[in-house]
Nanobody, 123 residues
Framework: QVQLVESGGGLVQAGGSLRLSCAAS????????MGWFRQAPGKEREFVAY????????YYAASVKGRFTISRDNAKNTVYLQMNSLKPEDTAVYYC????????????????WGQGTQVTVSS
């Protein structure tokens, strides 16, 4: 069993930055990926970014590529999402997730989820 706890959400003006953190406890495996999804009011949940715990490769949604950076600290079992140049359309609840990596992980339903953290970007 894996527990995920997100932090770092908040209110920011358009063009600003926030950094989200996701701390994992319990057993994780080197063949896992950890990443972020988000859900805006009235919209379906969408993928944001992931990193593989082995090798550290990353993958981003087109809507955030170049603005968001995902990174990890394996020693701390923590993943970060640095969000720059934020836009009002980035407003959502951001969820951390982890599970065994597979091709198409960004379209899958990872096994473990955090409780979510609210990010609000004002115009």
């Amino acid at each position: 069993q894996v527990q995920l706890v997100e932090s770092g959400g908040g209110l920011v003006q358009a063009g600003g930055s926030l950094r989200l953190s996701c701390a994992a406890s319990g057993r994780t495996f080197i063949n896992y990926a950890m990443g972020w999804f988000r859900q805006a009011p009235g919209k379906e949940r969408e993928f944001v970014a992931y990193t593989r715990l082995f090798g550290g490769s990353t993958y981003y949604a087109a809507s955030v590529k170049g603005r968001f950076t995902i990174s990890r600290d394996n020693a701390k079992n923590t993943v970060y999402l640095q969000m720059n140049s934020l836009k009002p359309e980035d407003t959502a609840v951001y969820y951390c997730a982890t599970g065994r990596w597979r091709t198409g992980w960004e379209q899958s339903e990872p096994d473990y989820w955090g409780q979510g953290t609210q990010v609000t970007v004002s115009s």
